[in-house]
């Protein structure tokens, strides 16, 4: 008895059936390894890639990802995520001095009746213009968020973006620096108008970058933050009107710093940066809110003027604004 296995007899026929098709068959036993040929056959069936035919004639695999329903991959922006525009440039708040008045006939306590009803009476007109336009402005930001064909148009078509930055920054400048259109009637309320609808439409355009909960927290943040301020305006004995010059160099600042952020972004994303100007944004427009809300009150230093009505507005419009957008950055950049 043998201890050796018994050889194999080919008498039997070739270990592997015929193969349909044009299919080479397969190679005999004892091939080289991979990376070598034999006569006769060809080299070892390795694909070049994961999408390539194993033989010819086959067709190719599935195409790369991602596929349809596959997440896409997460990250700040600049690795695999849309950026956002850029922001509306931060201009500094300008106040011309036929805007300021003293303050003193419309204090509270010690002037007329006259005086008083005057100031209510231009509260309530600042603030009823101010409603509107916030309105405005959130409708607007509904649609750019919630309709996904509104939402994929200003995507695609930054043009109108930029058309829109340029009404914006041309009325701002008319209606901050010319004393004329802004205290005519009706050119007052045209030129408020489009400026307000240029920059609720920048507004919505950078809004529909973000996912909704992120819009929702910013604005709901944004209208906390503005009541607080608001009522401790009213409350508080602390009069923000008599440092016009630390917020002239708190506007200097946020505006310079805007600058070299959108320089230094432009080439490498940084978080870190991006994070800190929107935070020293945030808090300097809360600022600006509390400066001139309580030059609208009148019972300060300063204040402005009742046939500035349409400048009060814009003014406290703006910080509002820009308040919402620089939370937005932050919250965003958190739930991506």
Same mark, same amino acid.
């Given at each position: 008895m043998?201890h050796?296995p018994?050889?194999y007899?080919e008498s039997h026929? *070739?270990?592997?059936?015929?193969?349909?098709?044009?299919?080479?068959?397969?190679?005999p036993?004892?091939?080289?390894?991979y990376?070598?040929s034999?006569?006769?056959?060809?080299?070892a069936?390795?694909?070049p890639?994961?999408?390539a *035919?194993?033989?010819?004639?086959?067709p190719a695999g599935?195409p790369?990802?991602?596929?349809?329903?596959?997440?896409?991959p997460?990250?700040? *922006?600049g690795s695999g995520y849309?950026?956002?525009?850029?922001? !509306?440039p931060?201009?500094p708040?300008?106040? !011309?001095?036929?805007v300021?008045?003293?303050?003193?006939e419309?204090?509270?306590?010690g002037?007329?009746?006259?005086?008083?009803?005057?100031?209510?009476t231009f509260?309530r007109?600042v603030?009823l213009i101010?409603?509107?336009?916030?309105?405005v402005?959130?409708?607007?930001?509904?649609i750019?968020t919630?309709v996904?064909?509104?939402k994929s148009?200003?995507?695609?078509t !930054?043009?109108?973006y930029?058309?829109?930055?340029?009404?914006?920054?041309?009325?701002h400048?008319v209606l901050?620096?010319?004393?004329g259109p802004?205290?005519?009637f009706?050119?007052?309320?045209?030129?408020?108008?489009?400026f307000?609808?240029?920059?609720?439409?920048?507004?919505g355009?950078?809004?529909?970058?973000?996912?909704?909960?992120?819009?929702?927290l910013a604005?709901?943040?944004t209208?906390?933050?503005c009541?607080?301020?608001?009522?401790?305006c009213?409350q508080?004995?602390v009069?923000?009107?008599?440092c016009?010059?630390?917020f002239?160099v708190l506007?200097?600042?946020v505006f310079?710093?805007?600058?070299?952020?959108?320089i230094?972004?432009?080439f490498?994303?940084?978080f870190?940066?991006h994070m800190?100007?929107?935070?020293?944004?945030a808090?300097?427009f809360?600022?600006?809110?509390?400066?001139?809300?309580?030059l609208?009150?009148g019972?300060?230093?300063?204040?402005i003027?009742?046939?500035e009505?349409?400048f009060a507005?814009l003014s406290?419009y703006?910080d509002?604004?820009?308040?919402?957008?620089?939370l937005l950055?932050i919250?965003?950049a958190?739930?991506k």
């Open positions: 043998s050796y018994p050889g007899d026929g *070739p270990l592997y059936g015929p193969q349909g098709g044009n299919y080479p068959p397969p190679p036993y004892g091939f080289p390894s990376g070598s034999q006569p006769g056959y060809p080299s069936p390795y694909p890639g994961p999408n *035919p194993l033989y010819p004639g086959q599935y790369p990802g991602p596929y349809p329903g596959q997440p896409q997460a990250g700040h *922006p849309p950026n956002p525009p850029p922001m !509306p931060v201009v708040p300008t106040i !011309p001095s036929d300021l008045s003293s303050g003193d419309f204090a509270a306590s002037s007329g009746w006259d005086s008083l009803s005057i100031r209510h509260i007109k603030y101010l409603a509107c336009q916030l309105l402005t959130t409708a607007i930001v509904a750019f919630f996904q064909p509104v148009f200003v995507r695609k !930054p043009a109108v930029w058309a829109s930055y340029a009404v914006y920054f041309i009325t400048i901050v620096c010319c004393k802004r205290r005519k009706p050119w007052n309320m045209i030129l408020l108008g489009l307000t609808l240029s920059l609720s439409y920048m507004t355009t950078i809004s529909s970058y973000y996912d909704t909960k992120a819009v929702f604005l709901g943040i209208a906390v933050v009541i607080a301020v608001t009522v401790f009213f508080t004995k009069d923000f009107t008599k016009q010059g630390l002239c506007g200097i600042v310079v710093t805007g600058i070299i952020t959108a230094v972004l432009s490498k994303y940084i870190w940066l800190l100007y929107a935070a020293i944004g808090i300097v809360t600022l600006f809110l509390a400066y001139h809300t309580q609208l009150i019972n300060r230093k300063h204040s003027s009742p046939e009505y349409v507005a406290i703006v509002i604004i820009q308040i919402f957008l620089f950055q919250i965003g958190s739930t």
